[in-house]
């Protein structure tokens, strides 16, 4: 069974996609011949239930949605912090 993406974000040519009852927002690129390279996950320990994700080209953050909680996502250090 393949898992549900509940949102996607594109960022600093990388792809995010986090899925229904996943504590990982997975990342990939595409190289040079148009195929895709899957990257390390990026794991939030506590996430529940992501729905929905949003990239911030300004501040490089990810924001997910995830029941009551949003969780912001730093891809300089991955440091994450619900709100």
Known sequence: ?????????ELD???YTVCQGSEAIRSYRYDCEDSVIKLKDIVVRGMKDAC?????????RLYV?????????????HTMVST
């Open 1 to 9: 069974m393949e898992d549900k993406v509940n949102g996607v974000a």
């Open 13 to 15: 040519g990388n792809i």
């Open 52 to 60: 929905d994700l949003v990239a911030c080209l300004k501040t490089k």
């Open 65 to 77: 949605a995830d029941q009551h909680v949003i969780w912001v996502v730093t891809l300089t250090s």
